[in-house]
């Protein structure tokens, strides 16, 4: 009997050992499956809006799709439009977008797959590709109960043939009941190894055995930054337009992960830090990102794009932008970021002065800045907070995220790199919109390199 | 006697199980891959997925196309292949034959078409065997 198990024992680690090797696991990327919503932030028709796609648990089935906006819009109206790349098959609807319970749109599908989401609201487009996937039950599940249902078979069958006094035949319905235990028992040990089974729809992952898998990043991507027009002016809107090059192939790059929410987050600030805009540009054609804005005044402007490529890390892309113009009358300027107006989308206004500590942060070392904020402050782009800063000259750039403060406080951990005056954006949402509070910081230089 | 018949039982149900378990967990072969862009639709069929030469048969099921083209990138990798030109063997069929993947993984097969309608692209993912 125990050879017996144990000869069953090492079939279901052989079992186990295969489904290791054959199974792959899907990105994230994209995706969207039942409980596991998909997220883009998106700055459309002047609104910053975050669009939540909601997955289904079987096709066909329902899509949910609503836009929670950022900002306070009179219910602006955002087209929707779902597509699956392979059939062609197309529905529509609109969703309404809405700072609280927004009104989810529901879109029928019929298959799992490739779709794309076509978004548009005042003159502006989208085009967000993803995946609709449907969990298939698992190998395990299946061994586990298959395995239990089996054992209860051949047990009543081994007690009925035990009745009728067939000793061989009861011994061996009595030995498959045990493997039956036995594959049911061990697969419910061994299943938190085992590899979750490839849902419905998923986009093909190369395995272990095949080649390109853990090549350790996709190519870095190249951003030619444009404006449309080409020389905007001061108070005029204006697009401007990322074209993302990837650098092995020469081809668009268009595998963007969904990074803090947001295919890119793009910040741009005028050179002395009193313009500020932290944007999420629309994906217009493959490779390409574009967003509308407008500056105030003539001068230069830095755009710092954050974007992740699928497996791969973050990376960072810099450009400066051009408005031309005439300059506004001088007594509304300021050149201080501390004491200037609100920078950013949205409503606002400045909140409490932040703490920084140490109150004159040292070069390299993890320097704190909390700052108070109002109740009902509302996560956006996955976090309470993001702080993002800049070194004055605006070489340098970083973005950080708040760590979940308890309280009504946002707190940041943050090394300066080096000594110098750095300016800096903290961002949180309320019920009202986005709040943006900008300050400014001056980083000596440690005594090791002083 | 019954015992080496149990055990012999039992390896059989665990084969047939691992079988059924794992023939659902792999691809089947050859490839199919649909794709539906604005202008065309087309299904590519390739009949043994493997690096080096292949044969690709393109059917456009929507769309008229004169031309068709292949060409792939494994973006992993950073690999691309040269376009290889399909020609029609019948109307809406096109076969193209060439060296589209360099090494077996994910390549993204880029088909573009033109024809009366405009030229387009599409694209589709798939995965190439070892």
Sequence with gaps: ?450 | MSGKRALAAVALVVVAVTLFVVGRSMAAEPLRLTTTGTRYAVTVLIEDPAPGRVTAEVEVTSGDADTVTLSAVMADMGHSTPEVAAREREPGRFLAEGELFAMSGVWELSIRLDGPAGEEQLAVKALIPA
């Design chain 1, 1 to 450: 009997m125990i050879r017996r198990l144990r000869a069953a024992a090492i079939l279901v680690l052989c079992l186990v050992a295969v489904l290791v090797v054959g199974a792959a696991v899907p990105a994230a990327a994209h995706n969207v499956t039942a409980g596991a919503d998909l997220r883009i932030a998106q700055t459309i028709a002047g609104a910053e809006v975050t669009v939540v796609i909601k997955g289904t648990p079987r096709v066909p089935g329902p899509l949910r799709i609503g836009v929670v906006a950022y900002q306070p819009v009179a219910a602006l109206p955002v087209g929707l439009e779902v597509r699956s790349v392979e059939d062609g098959r197309t529905v529509t609807g609109t969703a309404r977008a809405a700072a609280r319970d927004p009104q989810y749109a529901r879109l029928q599908v019929d298959r799992t797959g490739p779709y794309e989401l076509r978004l548009s609201a005042g003159n502006e487009v989208a085009v967000i590709p993803f995946r609709v996937l449907v969990d298939r039950g698992s190998a395990g599940d299946f061994l586990i109960y298959g395995g239990l249902f089996v054992a209860g078979l051949l047990l009543a069958g081994g007690l009925l043939t035990g009745a009728l006094a067939r000793r061989g035949a009861a011994m061996l319905l009595a030995a498959g009941a045990a493997a039956g235990v036995t594959v049911a028992v061990m697969v419910i040990v061994f299943e938190p190894w085992m590899p979750p089974p490839v849902p419905d729809g998923a986009a093909p992952e190369a395995s272990s055995s095949e080649a390109g898998v853990a090549a350790g990043g996709r190519p870095y991507a190249q951003a030619r930054v444009a404006t449309v027009p080409a020389r905007p002016e001061a108070g005029e809107e204006f697009t401007l337009r990322i074209d993302l090059v990837d650098g092995s192939t020469g081809r668009p790059v268009d595998d963007l992960a969904v990074h803090h929410e947001a295919l890119a987050h793009v910040v741009v600030t005028s050179e002395d830090g009193r313009y500020f805009r932290h944007l999420h540009p629309l994906r217009t054609a493959p490779g390409r990102l574009e967003v509308r804005m407008r500056a105030d005044r003539p001068g230069r402007y830095l755009a710092h794009t954050e974007l992740e490529r699928e497996n791969s890390g973050g990376q960072l892309t810099s450009a400066t932008v051009t408005v031309g113009g005439e300059a506004p009358a001088p007594e509304t300027q300021s050149s201080d970021p501390a004491t200037s107006d609100p920078a950013g989308a949205g409503a606002g206004g400045v909140g409490a002065v932040p703490r920084v500590r140490p109150g004159t942060p040292v070069a390299g070392r993890p320097a704190t800045i909390e700052l108070d904020t109002p109740a009902g402050v509302r996560s956006w782009l996955g976090m309470a907070g993001h702080l993002l800063i800049r070194s004055q000259d605006g070489a340098f750039s970083g973005h950080v995220h708040e760590m979940g403060t308890p309280g009504s406080r946002l707190r940041f951990t943050f090394s300066f790199p080096q000594a110098g005056r750095y300016l800096a954006w903290a961002q949180y949402a309320t019920g009202e919109g986005v709040v943006t509070v900008p300050f400014a910081v001056d980083v000596t230089a440690s005594e090791a390199t002083r």
